[in-house]
């Protein structure tokens, strides 16, 4: 499944790539950043819409949905949750064409050009970091290179190509399925692996059929005491 192919080289290679090219308001932007920052421990939600991409409310209001349900479930599976920033997703004008994040080689597999273009531009104008011990991050784009839906999770990181921002949006596929999803990759970013079976958990192809499946006793507990574990409550 594709949520599975996040593996922490993802974030280190993010993390260590070279400079991103940033608009005229990149300085700006840090500096709002830095002003408006949540609370430590909180979860930042992003979608980063591309220069080129017409602003709309589906995108962000989708999102927020999908991550209200994946807090809710979270609540339910483990008696804890996360805390979302208020307001859920912060919306960024990128600072590229669609076309940008979907043709800049970024590594050698073309799978993960447009989320690590992603990833680094919002590192780059937002002051974060891949890992990022003051909060856990999600970045959705609405760019996808052509059949190929990139993403994944791992290391304090979710980052989702335009696959699953549309589907966050209601425009592609059953809306359960999107909410599997972001359980499994959140489940990543919490410091879970896969699971090497279908056995009815989210962190195998069981998400697929949520939400009829459920954490195991050995995953919640690599949750409460992984690395962002203080981040429930």
């Not at 991409?53 to 979270?74: F, L």
């Not at 992603?118 to 990022?132: F, V």
């Not at 999770?153 to 592609?172: K, P, Q, R, T």
Request: charged letters at 15%.
């Amino acid at each position: 499944m594709e949520e599975c192919r996040f593996t922490r080289r993802a974030v280190l290679a993010a993390a260590a790539g070279g400079a991103v090219a940033l608009g005229s308001g990149a300085f700006t932007a840090t500096a709002q950043a830095a002003a408006a920052a949540p609370p430590t421990g909180t979860v930042r939600v992003f979608w980063l819409r591309p220069s080129d991409v017409a602003n709309d409310s589906r995108y962000p209001n989708g999102i927020t949905s999908v991550m209200q349900e994946s807090q809710r479930y979270y609540r339910q599976e483990l008696g804890v949750t996360f805390t979302l920033n208020n307001p859920a997703v912060e919306v960024v004008q990128g600072s590229h064409p669609r076309s940008w994040y979907e043709n800049t080689p970024n590594g050698g597999d073309a799978y993960w050009w447009v989320v690590f273009n992603m990833q680094q531009e919002l590192m780059a104008r937002l002051g974060l970091r891949a890992p990022d011990s003051r909060w856990l991050c999600v970045g959705e784009v609405s760019a996808e290179k052509a059949g190929v839906s990139g993403g994944g999770g791992g290391g304090g990181w979710v980052i989702l190509s335009g696959h699953d921002a549309d589907g966050a949006a209601g425009i592609n596929s059953p809306m359960n399925r999107w909410y599997g999803g972001m359980v499994h990759e959140l489940g990543h970013a919490f410091g879970l692996p896969d699971s090497t079976r279908t056995d009815g958990t989210p962190m195998s192809a069981s998400f697929y059929d949520y939400p009829n499946c459920h954490f195991d006793q050995q995953q919640k507990n690599g949750i409460r005491n992984g690395p962002y574990g203080s981040f429930l409550a």
